[in-house]
């Protein structure tokens, strides 16, 4: 690999992490759907498995995120020990992401602990997530803990 | 931009991390003042909003020297950070968890964190460091039944 691509490959790198959490931030700040689907490329897939669904094409993903606030009023998206591989020939890049979250979900103080197989493509320059994949481990309500309820029903 | 200015910039980013990293270290118990105020400049600011504001070194090691008192433990895990370098200058926001022992109760803190910096002789220093605190909790309470201990009585 020459000097070019190596700098090329950890500008991607910066670039993916920066995506992840202004991903965080705007989910932070009331899940505008607006804002978080320009995040993603448009044929892009954001699936949930069984408790959130799979949502297909920014559109789906838009429409996902502007109903979330109905349930969750508040949350810290702390996206922590990432790994990403960048494939630039092809133009794209998988990570791995961790996620602890402190949520308020239908009023009630809940921990998100959930993990993220991202795969991302360079369009005209910029990186987007072409697929997130959301493992959830656990969403207990906080006072439950994930022992005794895993997950929170619903 | 040429590739030299390109990797100077990913060391830059890299080098304002370690920065960052080192104030959250030097603010867990038992905390170091002096190595805390260090990383300011002379007239850095640290804003932590309803818990003052800290203008200068000399208050700042003051301020943190005086956790000690209050606040009996406590570790900052400092991740998810946002930084851009602009020459000399740099500006970095970032998340915190926090688990403090206030008034003899195990708490959890959820807070994001904003910094500018300027690099002076070749070390990045923090010119104002602020904080966003979104629940300081009783950790047998929750952020729904207690928002926020008042951390200034």
């Known amino acids: 690999m020459d000097l070019e691509e190596r700098v090329q490959r950890l500008e991607a790198i910066e670039a993916i992490r920066r995506l992840k959490i202004a991903y965080a931030r705007v989910a932070d700040d009331g899940y505008d759907g607006d804002r978080i689907s320009a995040f993603f490329t448009e044929d892009a897939v954001w699936d949930g498995g069984e408790s959130f669904g799979v949502h297909r094409g920014r559109a789906a993903i838009k429409a996902l995120f502007d109903g979330i606030p109905e349930q969750i009023s508040f949350a810290l998206h702390y996206m922590v020990g990432h790994t990403i591989d960048v494939d630039l020939a092809a133009g794209s890049a998988t990570g791995h992401w961790y996620l602890w979250a402190p949520m308020t979900i239908n009023n009630a103080a809940t921990l998100g602990a959930i993990t993220y197989d991202d795969e991302y493509r360079n369009i005209a320059g910029a990186w987007l997530a072409s697929r997130m994949q959301v493992n959830i481990h656990f969403i207990t309500p906080y006072e439950d803990g994930w022992v005794k309820t895993p997950m929170l029903p619903g | ?153």
């Open chain 2, 1 to 153: 931009m040429s590739i030299e200015d390109r990797i100077r910039t990913l060391e830059e980013i890299e080098a304002v991390r370690r920065v960052l990293a080192a104030v959250g270290a030097t603010c867990d118990a038992p905390y170091d003042g002096a190595a805390f105020a260090g990383h300011f400049t002379e007239d850095g600011v640290m804003d932590l909003m309803e818990m003052g504001v800290y203008t200068g070194r000399a208050a700042i090691q003051e301020f943190i020297d005086g956790m000690r008192a209050r606040v009996p433990f406590t570790m900052h895990y400092w991740d998810g950070y946002a930084i851009d370098v602009d020459g000399a200058e740099a500006t970095a926001t970032w998340y915190g968890f926090e688990t403090p022992n206030l008034n003899g109760t195990a708490h959890l803190g959820g807070l994001t964190h904003d910094a500018t910096l300027k690099k002076i002789e070749g070390c990045w220093m923090v010119t104002r460091l602020g904080q966003q605190l979104h629940f300081m909790t009783p950790y047998d309470k929750g952020w729904v039944r207690q928002r926020v201990t008042d951390q200034t009585a």
